[in-house]
């Protein structure tokens, strides 16, 4: 049973940072990728990053420069620095056997996200 849980979150003032932690359990695919999804109201829920198990980290433009990613075993952590309000939305950690994809409905794996708000 694959299972993901997040960490970390929560409210912070612009130009502040925060660090998600994601961990993951249960899985043994040689050939996967996780991502990290996030969801604002209203909006549709989109790809911050992904991180292949062989390859290249792919980020949102919006983030490029501003988020982190890294893996350490089963762990998967996004820094968040020099936050924007723009930020403010449910961040998501997500696992797919195979390639990456930057479409939510291709991952079958999530955990139950967690809130970061930026004022």
């Known amino acids: 049973h694959v299972q993901l849980v997040e960490s970390g979150g929560g409210s912070v003032q612009a130009g502040g940072s925060l660090r998600l932690s994601c961990a993951a359990s249960?899985?043994?695919?040689?050939?996967?990728?996780m991502g990290w999804f996030r969801q604002a109201p209203g909006k549709e829920r989109e790809r911050v990053v992904s991180?292949?198990?062989?390859?290249t980290k792919t980020y949102l433009d919006s983030v490029k420069g501003r988020f982190t990613v890294s893996q350490d075993n089963a762990r998967t952590t996004l820094q968040m620095n020099s936050l924007e309000p723009e930020d403010t939305a449910m961040y998501y950690c997500?696992?797919?056997?195979?390639?990456?994809?930057?479409?939510?409905?291709?991952?079958?794996?999530w955990g139950q996200g967690t809130q970061v708000t930026v004022s």
């Open positions: 249960g899985y043994t695919y040689s050939n996967y990728c």
């Open positions: 991180i292949p198990s062989h390859g």
């Open positions: 997500a696992l797919r056997r195979g390639h990456c994809s930057a479409a939510p409905a291709d991952y079958n794996t």
